[in-house]
Every structure is written in structure tokens, then in C-alpha cells.
């Protein structure tokens, strides 16, 4: 699975944002994905994760509540909406796929085999 994010960009805070992360290579069906997020100096951060099944979702604690993540298996994409951002969002935002995860790996990066190159969010206070 070939993964490619976009959608960044630079944005006050309050703002929206909508990032998309399209997969090639194979349906989405059957893989859990992901969004991470890095910050400079900072360790990899789960954000949000859809189960394999997609019966199931899971997000960071600061971001429930305004950070949606969704799939849309027509056109193969996951996305993450994001509203009233914060400028502690700031970061390159990743998406990650994978088929063999089971929920309470959902928030592990390093389960992931799949990954996109990175869309950076700079949200300006």
C-alpha cells in the first residue's frame, strides 16, 4: 500500500483543516489507519486510528472532540478534520495503514508497515 498525505498548510488558531491521505496499491478494506503527528524535537504522536473493521475509533485525549477521522472506501482515502485548532497542534501530521493490528495496537506506531510522507500544520496563535 503506497500512501500519499496532503492538506496541510498554514492556518490561525481556531481554524479548520481537512487532511486527506489517498492509498494506491490496494483497498483500504481489512487495514486499520492512522494519523500521527511529529513536532519539532518532539517523539512521534498518535492522533487518531480507525480499527480494521472500521467499527472502531480511537483518539489522543487533547484532540477528542475537535479531530475527526474518517474513511471513505469509493475513493480509498482516510481523512482527518480538524477544527478549533490549537498552535500545540503544530507538527508534520502522518497517516499510516496496516492490516494485521488488533484495537489495542491502535495507537502504537511502530505497528504500522504502511506510511505516507507527511503534511506539515502550522497553526499561528
Known amino acids: 500500500v503506497q500512501l500519499q498525505a496532503s492538506g496541510g498548510g498554514l492556518v490561525q488558531a481556531g481554524a479548520s483543516r481537512l487532511l486527506s491521505c489517498v492509498a494506491s496499491?490496494?483497498?483500504?478494506?481489512?487495514?486499520?489507519t492512522a494519523w500521527f503527528r511529529q513536532a519539532p524535537g518532539k517523539e512521534r504522536e498518535f492522533v487518531a486510528a480507525?480499527?480494521?473493521?472500521?467499527?472502531?475509533?480511537s483518539y489522543l485525549d487533547s484532540v477528542k472532540g475537535r479531530f475527526t477521522i474518517s474513511r471513505d472506501y469509493t475513493k480509498n482515502t482516510v481523512y482527518l478534520q480538524m477544527n478549533s485548532l490549537k498552535p500545540e497542534d503544530t507538527a508534520v501530521y502522518y497517516c499510516?495503514?496496516?492490516?494485521?493490528?488488533?484495537?489495542?495496537?491502535?495507537?502504537?506506531?511502530?505497528?504500522?508497515?504502511?506510511w505516507g510522507q507527511g503534511t506539515q500544520v502550522t497553526v499561528s496563535s
Open positions: 496499491g490496494r483497498t483500504l478494506r481489512g487495514y486499520a
Open positions: 499510516a495503514a496496516d492490516n494485521s493490528i488488533i484495537s489495542s495496537q491502535l495507537r502504537s506506531y511502530v505497528q504500522y508497515d504502511y
Open positions: 480507525i480499527s480494521r473493521t472500521g467499527g472502531g475509533t
